[in-house]
């Protein structure tokens, strides 16, 4: 059973940086990976960015590469996006998502591979 809590967010001007964080409340002793995907309004709910439960391989969309980083903290059982030279386009709601079961390595992106979300958080970007 995981319970994620998504504090942050919030309004940032076009180049700006932002960082969200996701606290897992975890009660299983599987690895689990973790991941961000983000929703605008009227569009589907797209991939960012996922990390593997060893921390060392992670997966980014291409819309995101080069601008976000995904970390994580397995003491804190908190993961973190590090959002740098943000667009209006990166306007969504941001949720985040952990997939149990995945190994040490293994990094999901797909929506299906994730059992559990956050309730998502709000990123605007303001030209």
């Known amino acids: 059973q995981v319970a994620l809590v998504e504090p942050g967010g919030g309004l940032v001007q076009a180049g700006g940086s932002l960082r969200l964080s996701c606290a897992a409340s975890i009660r299983t002793r599987s690895s689990y990976a973790m991941g961000w995907f983000r929703q605008a309004p009227g569009k589907e709910r797209e991939f960012v960015a996922a990390i593997s439960w060893s921390g060392d391989r992670t997966k980014y969309g291409d819309s995101v590469r080069g601008r976000f980083t995904i970390s994580r903290d397995n003491a804190k059982n908190t993961v973190y996006l590090q959002m740098n030279s943000l667009k209006p386009e990166d306007t969504a709601v941001y949720y985040c998502?952990?997939?149990?079961?995945?190994?040490?390595?293994?990094?999901?992106?797909?929506?299906?591979?994730?059992?559990?979300w956050g309730q998502g958080t709000q990123v605007t970007v303001s030209s």
């Open positions: 998502a952990a997939a149990t079961d995945t190994g040490y390595y293994y990094v999901p992106f797909s929506r299906r591979e994730y059992a559990y």
